[in-house]
């Protein structure tokens, strides 16, 4: 087998991969939302389908107490190493719905970009991977190195079983690394390997003020606001410049070297360009760091929803009975999610005042996560990307979180590799998400050229 | 005509009231909503029908750029005074539906009190007026006292047309003192005559930080979070000791005498039971001042609602494009409702940082009021509820806006009975609304008895 057969095999079957890539985007597998539950089963079982058909083994849906977990292998490249796989068939939300410009199941191509929920995040990074093992088969009849997937269905509500299951299945999963395409490159036009995530930390705030809704003319000044309340309360999380402050927050960070500070300086980052594309009126961020090094070095405190009273059209003079927010926290290395929730929960109790009941609930947490870039699989994944994408690739990190990354770090002690070909403005968790069909079809040829080169280091 | 005669009608005729009731709560006239437009005319139509049913004359419905207006009257008591009428048949919205204990427009009568949604606020207490102008055609034939009615569709959105409606009908109108039915009695079992309301501005606030809803992994820590943005915005506006902070705001606020103030003192007012059964922690309110104090003689800031980012079920990590935040101002006299939504813009324009587009938005507005409670209606008034009810009436103010209240002092210069007898504990504009049948029926006694002690105060 040449890795050219296997590129004009790809190159050849560009449409058919659109067609086949719209019907995999055409299953709402909303994890979130228990109303798609069987959507996001039938998305497992077109998942196990497909691995069956591009010519992968021992495919199965492994079940876990939540979403099951698509497996299937190629073992027979004796001598050579073995890819574990990961990705995700499951999808976010698609609320605001309305600012869809074409319906988030139905992909549609516009300007060589497919648009669906799920294009970049993940399903169309997934499908790159088994296309290039399809390629493989079909042109050489092997792979040039040993590759277990595993597909998960929980990824977007925080990966819940996965940790329990790669523990149980520790096994099956024996490889000597992992790989992973569900990250942007750092910009159009520049290709790029991840070696940092953030972790996470999610949590709901309900606040309650009274046993129902209450008259605000009748009853206002007399009982606390819940919605107030609440307002009070976040507004107490950062301070002006943007640092968080519940107490013992920064312990644990561990503090940019000056090192990766001037590496991250000389990236092609063009902040004007950023902030005109995301059509912020002014960015703003943590006093005494960049862009950047907020977005990789820093953690954050985000409010992500808040609902309370009323809040259709027109006017409703109401004190609301409750008030809600769901907020998260980004984390970096050496910061512990479990710990981070019990030091927000704390602080969130401690400015509470005693006018109002507040529960706080712990969604879900994830670790961050850091490489060594030096290592032979990141260099590997470097000259696949040079082959895909015709130049070689930045080295960055990234401000989204991949909790599994760190969960196969510490229990199978593996590597990681991240090979993401999405771009930071595909919406991924936001209306009009898409993913650039140049980089999906190079991402292909890329992921064969990776499956060679990391088969080539040896057993 | 004699008074017992009627009362006897009164009493005979119980059950019926109800039913007939039921069939005016049946409809659900919520002017906020757009989508019940065509229930707030078919509302009107009834309204009308029935005005027409009790012998009231010139019955019409008459346009406005809102909703119309309902009109009726009877004019042949010579040489007796003009009561003008006033209350509404519209309703708030329901939501949240889910908490009503038997659906909103299927009025059901539980251990003596009606539940609906405007059982209370105002369908409730306009049939009283209705049922007592027949009860005293019916038996009599004729009526003690002059009366024109007017019910608008509007109340519940700030009369909007009703300022210009009274403006351009000044003549038609004519009259020697309005009557309202639209307020609570201080307590069950204590009656009362309110002779102040507090006015109302209305505003909307819209943050927005970006284009679109972003991944709070890839972008948090660059952007400013609109939902925090408005959190902090909103704790801006009232110190720890609930006091408001918009530069200003209580320059206007005539102080309550040391005589007014203890008068409040005397009233039967358990604090303890009032919190109980608002089942609030605590009570909460502007340091300084009592509770009644701060629910009839002070202005206040209130959150009436809340909505940014994702609000479902589960976790979505996001940072949202826009939140919104919709609050108004209880103001007393002798605050500019206008004024005070032009310091509170002023001062939310201020307050917020140059990251976010900031929009206001006035929706709407109502003046503060307070009549002299020697004047003789009021006295007439305080003498007819003791009739109805077997006990005399204290005199209080109430928390609530009633905006047209101050539109028929300044524009027609009449003065104003609030003759309501609605309880605190009702739940008007929360579920599971109610009125007291007890007080419904006394009610429609003591109105009757109201038209016969304003008759007899001559022309």
Chains 1, 2 share one sequence.
Not at 125 to 153: D, S, T, W, Y
Not at 337 to 347: M, N
């Amino acid at each position: 087998m040449t890795l050219d057969a296997v590129t004009d095999f790809i190159h050849a079957n560009r449409d058919r991969y659109v067609r086949e890539l719209t019907e995999y985007l055409a299953i709402p597998s909303i994890s979130a939302l228990p109303d798609h539950a069987a959507d996001v089963a039938r998305c497992a079982e077109w998942t196990a389908a497909e691995l069956k058909r591009v010519g992968l083994e021992n495919v199965r849906l492994i079940e876990t107490p939540g979403n099951p977990v698509v497996y299937g292998d190629w073992l027979h490249a004796e001598g050579a190493p073995t890819i574990l796989f990961y990705g995700h068939y499951d999808v976010q939300p698609v609320d605001p719905v309305g600012q869809w410009e074409s319906p988030p199941f139905e992909a549609t191509v516009r300007q060589g970009e497919i648009y669906a929920r799920g294009a970049a995040d993940d399903k169309g990074q997934i499908f790159m991977h088994f296309k290039a093992v399809e390629a493989c088969l079909r042109e050489g009849g092997r792979l040039p190195v040993n590759i277990r997937l595993i597909l998960e269905g929980e990824e977007e509500v925080g990966s819940t079983h996965l940790d329990g299951f790669v523990r149980e299945h520790e096994d099956e999963l024996a490889a000597d690394v992992v790989v992973i395409s569900d990250t942007p490159m750092f910009d159009r036009g520049v290709p790029s390997i991840c070696y940092g995530l953030r972790g996470l930390t999610y949590c709901q705030i309900d606040v309650r003020g009274t046993a129902s809704d209450l008259h605000s003319g009748s009853f206002g000044g007399a009982v606390a606001n819940p919605a107030f309340v609440l307002a009070q309360l976040l507004a107490q999380m950062k301070d002006r410049g943007g640092r968080v402050k519940i107490p013992g927050f920064y312990d644990d960070v561990r503090p940019l070297s000056d090192a990766e500070r001037a590496e991250f300086a000389k990236l092609p980052f063009d902040e004007r360009r950023y902030r005109s594309e995301l059509e912020a009126p002014k960015l703003f961020g943590e006093t005494g760091f960049t862009t950047l090094e907020r977005l990789w070095g820093r953690p954050t405190f985000e409010v992500n929803g808040v609902l309370a009273g009323f809040t259709g059209e027109g006017a409703k003079t109401v004190i609301p009975a409750t008030a809600m927010a769901k907020v998260s926290m980004r984390l970096v290395p050496d910061q512990d999610p479990a710990k981070i929730g019990e030091l927000f929960e704390a602080y969130a109790r401690k400015v509470a005042p005693k006018t109002v009941d507040v529960t706080v609930t712990r969604m879900h947490t994830g670790k961050p996560w850091m490489t060594d870039f030096d290592n032979p699989f990141v260099r590997a994944a470097g000259r696949a990307m040079e082959t895909g994408f015709g130049q070689a690739p930045v080295f960055n990190r990234e401000g989204g979180s991949i909790p599994v990354v760190a969960t196969f770090q510490e229990v199978l002690g593996l590597p990681a590799v991240l090979f993401g070909v999405g771009l930071p403005d595909e919406n991924a968790h936001a209306p009009n998400e898409k993913l650039d069909l140049g980089n999906f079809h190079n991402g292909i040829v890329a992921s064969a050229a990776l499956y060679r080169e990391i088969g080539a280091l040896g057993g």
